[in-house]
Nanobody
Framework: QVQLVESGGGLVQPGNSLRLSCTASGRAFRTYGMGWFRQAPGKEREFVAAISGSGLSTSSADAVKGRFQIIRDNAKKMVWLQMNMMKPEDTAIYYC????????????????WGQGTQVTVSS
């Protein structure tokens, strides 16, 4: 089993950057695919980015491609979401998730979730 805790959320101005952290506890972290999802008010949870267990492969949603980057350090049991050139539409609660198998784009593929961290992009 894996426990996940996100941190790093807050208020940021449009065009600026923010880095979210996800700290995992439990065994065999490197075997889990990891993902970031977000949910804006009144909207469904959506995929943001994912990374394979080795960290060698990543994917990201079209809405954040070229602006957001997912990174992991298996020795530290951590995953980060580096968010650059942020936009007001990036405002949402961001969730870190772990998948026992794969590293897909569907939330149903993930087995463990953090509690979420609020990100607000506003001037």
């Amino acid at each position: 089993q894996v426990q996940l805790v996100e941190s790093g959320g807050g208020l940021v101005q449009p065009g600026n950057s923010l880095r979210l952290s996800c700290t995992a506890s439990g065994r065999a972290f490197r075997t889990y695919g990891m993902g970031w999802f977000r949910q804006a008010p009144g909207k469904e949870r959506e995929f943001v980015a994912a990374i394979s267990g080795s960290g060698l492969s990543t994917s990201s949603a079209d809405a954040v491609k070229g602006r957001f980057q997912i990174i992991r350090d298996n020795a530290k049991k951590m995953v980060w979401l580096q968010m650059n050139m942020m936009k007001p539409e990036d405002t949402a609660i961001y969730y870190c998730a772990a998948a026992r198998s794969g590293w897909g784009t569907e939330s149903s593929e993930y087995d463990y979730w953090g509690q979420g961290t609020q990100v607000t992009v506003s001037s």
